[in-house]
Structure formats: structure tokens, C-alpha cells
């Protein structure tokens, strides 16, 4: 018998597997396709700052505390998976296309400045000379500098790497029920029939977790899929020094370089239940925003477009920790945040597994706030 059964292998189980075995448990992950879903698909910003809306003062917070936890993560793990993940900690820019949008900026900026978080205003001139290929239209923008971006795809393939070098134990099959004995969660039973009995489960398979058989009614909050599209885009060289997410007439879009080329543009946000369709009008949208802040992208060879599935719970924050279920654990409901949030939900989870008590920076986060 395992220390702990994850139901699901995308970033979030995957981190909690790496930082749980780091602490000595025994863990099995349950994902037929680990990695393939919403971490398959996301651009990977890490945007605490520049995603700041109101209300999410707390989510910043686990932000901010997710962010700055990245570069030890990212050197250990690249360490132990002799693997890359494209981190960069170069800040992004955040700009504005008209005055209205402008003015949207300069709340933001004003929101972050209420909070103690810098913020440097910048001119169109000044956008320009931090990012050359940005249209002349452009009005001014916003400098996160500490916010940063990490290839998610990069990211997954080293945490498999490092689960594996840990003892972590993958089963590439569906979970399809939570065993419960004694009004306790001991196992999963998986699709083949075969069950995995553990001190401990977590459920950490995104909208998907709402699948899972056996969770008595109102253990699990409602967590819904929320469709974004992305599309990716590649030059010899890169296109941008840095992120860059832009305000085009009220509407968002945000470009994520990497070092090899790739520019990847998102993304839609559509309440589609578990629709993946990609469609012409998301494409559109995306491909003409970006082209309004930058005309040069209508130069670069078309890669790829694909669509992925956002965990979003009741408040759009995550759901961390012990559920009403003794030896049920959710780590789901990240939302817009999973990969910037892998850090802290990694460390949030193992030491809830080791420890048998929430850290205090999760607390908000209980799944017992529904
Ligand atoms: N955080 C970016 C997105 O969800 O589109």
C-alpha cells in the first residue's frame, strides 16, 4: 500500500507527486495521459501582478509567494530531471492600445500601488524601446518587472522526469472512483477494475475531478471546465525580448516568447462546458488582437492552435488541502493560475500529506470555504 494515490498528472499532481516524494512518502499517480491537457496547452506566464483583479488579495498573495518560490523550484528540478524549462524572470509588459485602454492600465496600476506592489508606467515611447516590433498605435503601458514565464510543456517533462527518479510510481490509467471504508477515502478503483489502496488521495485532475466516483455529495465544490485556445507561432530568432499581454479595444491577448522561437499567443476564455473545438473565430480574435499591437507577427510560420481546459471553482480560486472526506485531499480549481501556482500547491500538498495540516498560506484556499 502507497502513502499516497494523485488522481491526475498535469502540473498540479505532478508537482504535489515531486514535492511529496521529496518528503519521503510513497506516491502512485493515476493519469491515462499525463501532461497532455490544460499544461499541454498553456502559454506558462507568471503573472501574479499583471493578472491582479480585484477581490484576489488573497490569490495574489499565494501568487506572489508561488512566483517567488520558482527559481529554487525550477534549479532543483532541472537539476534532479537533467532537464530545461525555459524559466525567465524578465518581467512582462503589460501595454494599452487606445486611451480607454489606457485608462484601464492606470487603475490597475493604482490597485497595485494600494497593495505595496511597484509598478513602472511607461510611455508608447518607452514600450517601444523595451519591445521594437510594438505598433506605433500603442499608447503606453505597464512594467511587472519581477513576473517572469516557463514553458509548461518543458516543465511537465522534467516533473515526470524527477517523479520517476524519486521512486514516484506513474499508472497510465483513468481513476474512476475514490474507495471509501469506514468513512474513509483508502484507494481508487481504476477503469481496468483494479483498485490502488493508500493512506491518502488526492484529487487533483481539473474539471475532470467532478468525474470521480465514490466523493460524497458536497466534498468536492462544483469545478468547472473554462475553454482558452492558444496559438503558437515560430521565427529563427525571437520576436520578443519579453511577455507581452495587451489591452486591444477592451479585449486581453498576450504573447509568451522562448528562447528557441516559439511565440505562443492566448487565449480565449469560454464557458463551453467540456467543449475543445478550435474555432475559426477564436483564432481570429487572437491572431488580430496581437496583430494590432504588433504588426510583424503576420511574418511568422503558424505552428499550431489548440484548445484546453481551465479548472474553475465557484470563486476561481483554488481548492487546497483536507476535504470533509477523512483521507481525501483536492488540489484543483487553479483556473487562469495552475502553472504559476504549481510551486506553492506542490509545497502546500506535501506537507499537508507529511504533516496532516494545511500550511497557513492555504488556508484560504480550504476546500472547506464552500
Ligand atoms: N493565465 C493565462 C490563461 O489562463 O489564459
Known amino acids: 500500500m502507497d502513502d499516497v494515490v494523485i488522481v491526475g498528472g498535469g502540473v498540479i499532481g505532478l508537482a504535489a507527486a ?27 506566464m507568471l503573472t501574479p ?15 506572489l509567494a508561488s512566483r517567488d518560490r520558482y527559481p529554487a ?25 487606445d486611451s480607454d485602454d489606457l485608462a484601464v492600465l492606470d487603475e ?18 518607452e514600450c517601444r524601446r523595451l519591445e521594437p516590433m510594438l505598433a ?12 517572469g514565464s516557463i514553458d509548461p510543456r518543458r516543465l511537465t517533462a522534467a516533473l515526470l522526469a524527477a517523479v520517476e527518479r524519486l521512486g514516484g510510481v506513474l499508472v497510465r490509467e483513468r481513476a474512476t472512483e475514490v474507495l471509501v471504508e469506514d468513512g474513509r477515502a483508502t484507494g481508487v478503483r481504476l477503469e481496468s477494475g483494479e483498485t490502488l489502496h493508500a493512506a491518502q488521495v488526492v484529487l487533483a485532475a481539473g474539471p475532470w475531478s467532478q468525474d470521480v466516483k465514490g466523493v460524497p455529495p458536497g466534498v468536492l465544490p462544483p469545478v468547472r471546465p473554462v475553454k482558452g485556445q492558444v496559438v503558437r507561432l515560430r521565427s529563427a530568432t525571437p ?53 494590432e499591437l504588433l504588426p510583424g507577427i503576420t511574418e511568422l510560420a503558424f505552428t499550431e492552435v489548440s484548445a484546453g481546459l481551465r479548472p474553475g471553482s465557484p470563486d476561481n480560486a483554488p481548492v487546497l488541502g483536507p476535504s470533509a472526506l477523512p483521507g481525501l485531499l483536492l488540489a484543483t ?21 507529511a504533516t496532516g495540516a494545511a500550511p497557513e498560506i492555504a488556508r484560504p484556499f480550504s476546500p472547506g470555504r464552500f
Open 18 to 44: 515531486w514535492r511529496s516524494l521529496g518528503r519521503g512518502l510513497r506516491v502512485t499517480i493515476a493519469d491515462p495521459e499525463p501532461a497532455t491537457k490544460a499544461s499541454h496547452v498553456a502559454a506558462g
Open 136 to 147: 506605433p498605435a500603442v499608447r503606453g503601458g505597464l512594467l511587472a518587472p519581477a513576473d
Open 108 to 125: 490597475l496600476r493604482r490597485f497595485q500601488e494600494s497593495l505595496g506592489i511597484a509598478a513602472e508606467a511607461l510611455t508608447g515611447r
Open 49 to 63: 501582478v499583471s493578472e491582479l483583479t480585484y477581490g484576489e488579495e488573497a490569490l495574489l498573495r499565494l501568487g
Open 333 to 353: 480549481g487553479h483556473f487562469r493560475n495552475g502553472v504559476l501556482l504549481a510551486p506553492v500547491t506542490g509545497d502546500v500538498m506535501a506537507e499537508t500529506l
Open 239 to 291: 520576436f520578443l525580448r519579453r511577455c507581452v499581454r495587451g489591452l486591444v479595444r477592451g479585449s486581453s491577448v498576450y504573447l509568451v516568447p522562448r528562447d528557441d522561437g516559439e511565440l505562443v499567443v492566448g487565449a480565449t476564455q469560454e464557458e463551453m462546458g467540456f467543449d475543445t473545438t478550435v474555432t475559426a473565430g477564436g483564432l481570429w480574435e487572437l491572431l488580430r488582437d496581437a496583430r
Open 73 to 97: 523550484f525550477v534549479a532543483e528540478l532541472e537539476e534532479i530531471s537533467g532537464q530545461v524549462t525555459g524559466f525567465r524572470d524578465d518581467g512582462i509588459l503589460q501595454v494599452a492600445l
